[in-house]
């Protein structure tokens, strides 16, 4: 597609079950992030892969988070046990490395936990 | 590691007028990204800047980067209403990008 795209582009679940958030990146990007926003916050960085190297998982809040990259293109964020504070909109980016690193946004998941 | 500082995170200002963003990061960053973002909205690239010195401008935005000073501004001419919005930079090392927490900026008509 032209743009990174991700879904679902809303997601309410209850408390202690797993989701599943699916990032598409632009083709012939490299570079794939996962970021999260709380409502009127900023961007806080959970993780990038670039190529088929091993991502950088430093951002990661627990260890109820994980994430993977299947074929350098599609990724997945996955949340265990989602709990209230897990509640925030999920961004994905991605870019290509080179001259023109410029990265670009999905629409993000809206995520709500009740 | 990489820490990125905005200010000012408020601004209300009025049409017609012109302000200046700053942004400060910790350590040496390949690449400096601005943002915009609406309300409710994903983000928007703004500028890639990419060396000591660089200036990009589109329309009433105007963004520099000086890496000695470790600093970028975000400079508003003659402000528009429709120019509200939240804008964020972010440092790049590594090829991990870190944001700043985002100035909130609301246009008075």
């Known amino acids: 597609g032209a743009g990174v795209s991700q879904s679902p582009s809303n997601k309410v679940t209850e408390k202690g079950k797993d989701v599943e958030l699916r990032c598409d990146p632009i083709?012939?990007?490299?570079?794939l992030y996962w970021y999260r926003q709380s409502l009127g916050q900023g961007l806080e960085f959970l993780i990038y892969?670039?190529?088929?190297?091993?991502?950088?998982k430093s951002g990661l809040p627990s260890d109820r988070f994980s994430a993977e990259r299947t074929g350098g293109s599609v990724s997945t964020l996955t949340i265990q046990r989602t709990q209230q504070e897990d509640s925030a909109v999920y961004l994905c980016?991605?870019?290509?490395?080179?001259?023109?690193?410029?990265?670009?946004f999905g629409q993000g998941t809206r995520l709500t936990v009740v | 590691e990489l820490k990125v500082e905005q200010n000012p995170l408020f601004l209300s200002m009025q049409e017609g007028k012109n302000y200046t963003i700053y942004c400060n990061y910790s350590?040496?960053?390949?690449?400096l990204y601005w943002y915009r973002q609406d309300p409710g909205k994903s983000l928007e690239s703004l500028f890639v800047?990419?060396?000591?010195?660089a200036v990009k401008q589109e329309g009433r935005l105007m963004a520099s980067l000086d890496t000695k000073a470790r600093l970028s501004t975000l400079h508003i001419t003659a402000a528009v209403h429709d120019l509200s919005a939240t804008y964020f930079c972010?440092?790049?090392?590594?090829?991990?990008?870190?944001f700043g927490k985002g100035t909130r900026l609301h246009i008075l008509p």
């Open positions: 800047l990419l060396s000591n010195g």
């Open positions: 083709s012939g990007h490299t570079a």
């Open positions: 350590t040496t960053s390949d690449r």
């Open positions: 980016a991605s870019s290509s490395s080179g001259e023109d690193p410029e990265a670009f």
């Open positions: 892969f670039q190529g088929n190297s091993a991502p950088d």
């Open positions: 972010a440092g790049g090392r590594d090829d991990k990008i870190i």
